[in-house]
C-alpha cells in the first residue's frame, strides 16, 4: 500500500501520520482461546445458529456461517465506554465517539504499590496540546491478552489523575487495564466520576477504553487515535482502536 499522508498541528508544529502504517491495540476475542475477562462476566461466546435441523456452520454442511454471539462489553475484552456506563440517562458510545482522530500520547507506567497493597497510578506527565492518552502498565506480559481479572484487585487510577486529565481536556483514555477504578470500590467509581465530571459538568464526548493490549515493540510517543466501534447505541461496546505514530 502506497502511503496515505495525514498532517496534523500540534503546538503550532505540524506532524504526519501514515495512515497505512498503524498498529492495532485491542485484543481480538477467540472463542477458542483464552481471553480476557473481568468482573465475573460470561465469557465472549460464538456458536452457529440453529435452526431446526440447520445449523449456520460451513463445517457441518451449512452454504455459510451464521453464529450468534453472546458479549458482555465491560467484562470481555477491549472496550470503550462513555459517561453512560454510569448515569440513569441513557447515553451511547457511539453518539459520543462521532468521527475523529486525535492526538494521543502512549505513556508506559509502572502502578505504584501503596499500603493497603493495593497498586495505583497516581503520577504521570504528558506533553501539552495532547487530545487522549494511552496507559500501559508494566510489566507488559502478553498474558494480558487472556488474563481473568476477576477478585484480583488489578492496579486503577487515582482519582486525583482522572481530575487532573479532565481539567486539562483529555477526551480519551485508554489503558490496559479492566478499569479505572479499584475493583471493589463499594460503587464510588471515583476516576470514572472525575474523569467524566459526572454529575457535575458531564463530558458527553469522553470516553475510557480498558483491557487494550500495546505490545512492547511500540515505543511510548506521539500516535494519532482511531477507535472503531460497531454503532451500539449502548453505554459501551467492544472496540479497535488503532494509533498511527505520527512524526
Ligand atoms: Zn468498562
Redesign the pocket.
Known amino acids: 500500500m502506497s502511503p496515505v499522508i495525514f498532517p496534523v498541528l500540534w503546538n503550532g508544529e505540524t506532524l504526519h501520520a501514515d495512515l497505512n502504517e498503524g498498529y492495532c491495540i485491542a485484543i481480538p476475542l477467540d472463542h477458542d482461546r483464552p481471553q480476557p475477562n473481568a468482573y465475573f462476566a460470561p465469557p465472549y461466546d460464538a456458536i452457529p445458529h440453529h435452526e431446526g435441523e440447520w445449523i449456520g456452520d460451513t463445517r457441518q454442511g451449512a452454504s455459510v456461517n451464521f453464529y450468534d454471539i453472546r458479549l458482555n462489553p465491560?467484562g470481555n475484552g477491549t472496550?470503550t465506554?462513555c459517561v453512560g456506563?454510569i448515569t440513569k440517562e441513557r447515553h451511547s458510545v457511539h453518539r459520543a465517539l462521532g468521527p475523529g482522530r486525535w492526538i494521543a500520547q502512549l505513556i508506559s507506567v509502572y502502578p505504584l504499590l501503596i499500603e493497603n497493597g493495593d497498586r495505583i497510578i497516581n503520577e504521570i506527565d504528558w506533553d501539552e496540546g495532547i487530545e487522549a492518552i494511552i496507559l500501559r502498565t508494566l510489566p507488559n506480559h502478553a498474558d494480558k491478552k487472556g488474563r481473568i481479572y476477576s477478585n484480583t484487585n488489578p492496579p486503577y487510577l487515582s482519582s486525583e489523575i482522572a481530575k487532573r486529565m479532565a481539567e486539562k481536556n483529555i477526551e480519551h483514555l485508554l489503558l490496559d487495564l479492566p478499569?479505572v477504578d479499584r475493583e471493589n470500590d463499594e460503587g464510588a467509581l471515583a476516576a470514572h466520576k472525575a474523569f467524566w465530571r459526572y454529575p457535575e459538568n458531564k463530558r458527553l464526548n469522553a470516553t475510557i477504553t480498558?483491557m487494550i493490549f500495546v505490545d512492547n515493540a511500540v515505543p511510548d510517543g506521539l500516535y494519532l487515535l482511531e477507535i472503531q466501534i460497531p454503532a451500539l447505541e449502548l453505554d459501551?461496546s467492544p472496540s479497535r482502536p488503532y494509533i498511527y505514530p505520527l512524526r
Open positions: 465491560h472496550h465506554e456506563h478499569s480498558e459501551a
